[in-house]
Nanobody
Framework: QLQLVESGGGLVQPGGSLRLSCAAS????????ISWFRQAPGKEREGVSC????????NYADSVKGRFTISRDNPKNTVYLQMHSLKPEDTAVYYC?????????WGQGTQVTVSS
């Protein structure tokens, strides 16, 4: 069964850090571009960051630039999103997606809550 599984979410205070993981099973991520999205209550899903299959190209939403870092470890079949200086407005369910051509796989999401 092909699936992506996110983990690493949780409750953190403003200014804190979390590292999200996106692990694939049933397929290898080597040839897939990976994106992180998030969806806050009552809001549309938005793109947060993406990384090319080689890892040579990375992009970030303006709202997270300088605070979030995307990386990939292909031997571990995992992509990470390191988040620093978290703000209450970062609270959302975070999803990863794997893209190859017209094929996209989604994970089930992991909740990140930033609150004091």
């Amino acid at each position: 069964q092909l699936q992506l599984v996110e983990s690493g979410g949780g409750l953190v205070q403003p200014g804190g850090s979390l590292r999200l993981s996106c692990a694939a099973s049933g397929f290898t991520l080597d040839n897939y571009a990976i994106s992180w999205f998030r969806q806050a209550p009552g809001k549309e899903r938005e793109g947060v960051s993406c990384i090319s299959s080689s890892g040579g190209s990375r992009n970030y939403a303006d709202s997270v630039k300088g605070r979030f870092t995307i990386s990939r470890d292909n031997p571990k079949n995992t992509v990470y999103l390191q988040m620093h200086s978290l703000k209450p407005e970062d609270t959302a369910v975070y999803y990863c997606a794997a893209d190859q051509g017209s094929t996209r796989y989604w994970g089930q999401g992991t909740q990140v809550t930033v609150s004091s």
